[in-house]
């Protein structure tokens, strides 16, 4: 009897998970529809800037002698320091949705400390800034709870002061890590490098053809204002794709959790039938063996 009871006390148990997953990923699904829809959007808005700020770059590069002189258009071969800024959830459940950004973080810190390149690190998220505290790696700056709900104004301010630096000539490089929206299944891991921008693409003759008109006087002051939004938007984008996929990957999670308690649930139920049908034989044995005893 007592391991009846253990058996039914284990079947409830797991069927009470069962219940809090199926309803943690209905939660994900409806999140996941009105994330989806803000970064489709939101990504349409940052290609339309891209090419904008491609446009002006490639006219100024083509036309201007000795192309562009912006510090944010040339390519540093030898950097000496720049930042990493990585974007994860503040919450766990998602699957190896988190330890994919953490790992893609560890292989470029690892691939500029060969090149003997200082490194500093920016965090938002909370599993991401838990994860490198536990590991004693230092963190220059660290957000948390804006990764689960992204704001504009608390992005561009983070990613402000990396604008700043590499300005400033304190760091050659900016580099953006998440793991992003593909589709409801599938998360796809982004490695982007901010700042500089490269300019090796630009195509001189298509600029040529191209109906944007800029004042001479005006062209790299505008580019310069330009980089500064496309950099922030870029860091905002960042968070509206890396909530989606969160979402994304929490919901799969879920999915594959409630699926495995199911199964969990059918084994112990059958574990309970045959313990229950044992302890009947036995009893029926212990009479049988009784009024035989007796006679």
Do not use: W
């Given at each position: ?53 491609a446009e002006i770059a490639s006219r100024i590069h083509c036309n201007k002698v000795g ?44 691939e500029y400390e060969d090149k003997n390149v200082n490194i500093r690190i920016r ?173």
């Open positions: 009897m007592a391991n009846l009871k253990e058996i039914q006390r284990q079947i409830k148990s797991v069927s009470n998970t069962q219940k809090t997953t199926r309803a943690m990923k209905l939660v994900s699904t409806a999140k996941l529809r009105r994330a989806e829809e803000l970064a489709k959007r939101s990504r349409l808005f940052a290609q339309k800037t891209n090419q904008v700020i192309g562009i002189d912006s510090r944010c258009f040339v390519q540093n071969d030898a950097p000496k320091t720049i930042d990493i800024i990585f974007v994860t959830a503040d919450k766990g459940l998602c699957g190896g949705f988190n330890l994919q950004t953490i790992k893609a973080v560890k292989r470029l810190i690892s965090g938002i998220g909370k599993k991401g800034i838990e994860y490198f505290n536990f590991n004693q790696v230092e963190l220059l700056d660290e957000v948390k709870n804006l990764s689960s709900s992204p704001d504009m104004q608390r992005s561009s301010e983070f990613m402000t002061r990396s604008i700043k630096d590499f300005k400033d000539g304190i760091i050659d490089g900016v580099y953006l890590v998440y793991n992003g929206y593909k589709n409801v299944i599938t998360q796809e891991l982004h490695v982007n490098k901010i700042l500089p921008v490269d300019v090796s693409d630009f195509d001189c003759e298509k600029t040529k053809n191209n109906v944007l008109e800029l004042e001479a006087h005006d062209e790299e002051a505008m580019l310069d204002s330009l980089v500064t939004k496309y950099a922030e938007f870029n860091m905002y984008y960042a968070l509206i794709d890396s909530v989606a996929a969160e979402h994304s990957a929490r919901m799969q999670a879920m999915d594959a959790a409630t699926n495995n308690a199911k199964q969990m649930v059918k084994t112990l139920t059958v574990k309970y039938n045959k313990a229950r049908q044992e302890s009947i034989t036995t009893e029926l044995i212990e009479i049988i063996s009784g009024v035989e005893s007796m006679k």
